[in-house]
């Protein structure tokens, strides 16, 4: 520890800290796919083409989650449009 | 009915050859008949580890292609009593362990050992596949390093959906965490991960906490299995836990760093 570490305490500075929250949200979406059927991040590219051919938005503007109950599984789809 | 511990971790380079080293002997130790399987095909390792490497003769897919048996196969600890070594094969063909061939080994060593760990290969191939499949305990060797947290997550990911208990929807693999090569003084200046950050995003127990600690390279050197050093932080942490996989309650100790002087810290010295 050197002198100036010292007297810094600032822990949002902090390399630590950096990974702990890039670890938090990486985590969290690998997850979310666990899940989810192989097929999944193929048909989202799929999708997201065709939507492509008729609007222009980027590949973070659409969102395909796939949500299992005990009955059923639900495909949700978000596309953010733009203006 | 022996109890299948598997030691993985997704990320290479660890600390799982280490952890199966020392956990195995720690389990014979405390006198539980014990074997030490090394799933690395092509990249044998634990044989130098545990030090018996000159004594291999035959190994895991010799037995899996009926060429030797279980009994010819298995290295005998020299030093520890109860202790046994089953080596990797250095075969470059990856499809040699497969679930019929382990499956048919496992079976036969649960009648005569109390545990049998697996020590996994990195990655999410198929030897790190065969090293949990079995599996009825998992240790996830984790480093607090953001690559080695993640492909932990990872890791645990395919223990719910890839093991047999998984499969067969039985009760779940159990799971512990073990953080290693942990340096406590680059955690209070905010330059690591603390336990407490990994604990919380990987929402496991934690079974213990390894120091960094040049013991384990002078271990290795030796092929000696660094929980026998009884002097080192590494090796007591080992022990403890060990005594926390037999399900004692064991503090967890060498947390913190060492107190230093004011005058050490404005210096610099480490
Ligand atoms: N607590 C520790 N302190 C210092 N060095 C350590 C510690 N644990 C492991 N190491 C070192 O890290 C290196 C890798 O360890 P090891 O071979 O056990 O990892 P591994 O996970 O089995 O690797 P692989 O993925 O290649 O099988 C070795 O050089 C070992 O000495
Ligand atoms: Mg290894």
Do not use: W
């Amino acid at each position: 520890m050197r002198l100036l570490d010292y007297f810094r305490k600032d822990t949002s500075q902090q390399s630590a800290s950096m990974a702990k929250e890039r670890l938090q949200i990486v985590v969290a979406h690998q997850r979310t796919s666990r899940n989810q059927p192989d097929f999944l991040p193929e048909m989202q590219r799929e999708i997201i083409r065709v939507i492509q051919k008729y609007v222009k938005i980027e590949q973070d503007q659409v969102s395909v989650q796939l949500d299992s109950n005990d009955a059923c599984s639900v495909l949700e789809l978000n596309v953010t449009l733009p203006q | 009915m022996a109890k299948i511990i598997v030691v993985t971790s997704g990320k290479g380079g660890v600390g799982k050859t280490t952890t199966s080293a020392a956990i195995g002997t720690g389990l014979a130790l405390r006198g539980h008949k014990t074997a030490i399987l090394d799933f690395d095909v092509g990249l044998r390792n634990l044989d130098l580890v545990m030090g018996c490497e000159r004594r291999v003769v035959y190994d895991f897919v010799n037995v899996i292609n009926g060429e030797a048996s279980l009994k010819q196969a298995l290295i005998k600890d020299k030093r520890t009593e109860n202790l046994f070594i089953l080596p990797a094969s250095q075969t470059r063909d990856k499809e040699a362990l497969t679930v019929e061939g382990v499956g048919k080994i496992l079976d036969e060593l649960a009648n005569d050992f109390d545990f049998i760990v697996c020590d996994s290969p990195a990655g999410i191939e198929k030897g790190a596949l065969m090293a949990l499949y079995f599996a009825d305990e998992a240790v996830v060797v984790t480093n607090p390093e953001v690559s080695s947290v993640r492909d932990s997550d990872r890791i645990l990911g395919i223990l719910h959906s890839k093991s047999q208990r998984a499969e067969q929807g039985r009760e779940p693999v159990r799971e512990h965490l073990l953080l290693t090569r942990y340096d406590p003084q680059r955690v209070n200046i905010g330059e690591m991960l603390s336990v407490a950050d990994v604990e919380d995003i990987l929402a496991i127990p934690l079974l213990g906490v390894i120091p960094e600690s040049e013991a384990v390279l002078k271990a290795s050197n030796q092929g000696q299995p660094v929980i026998l050093d009884g002097q080192a932080k590494a090796g007591q942490a080992y022990m403890d836990a060990v005594a926390r996989l037999l399900g004692e309650k064991v503090e967890h100790r060498f947390l913190e760093a060492k107190k230093k002087g004011f005058f050490s810290r404005v210096m610099g010295v480490r």
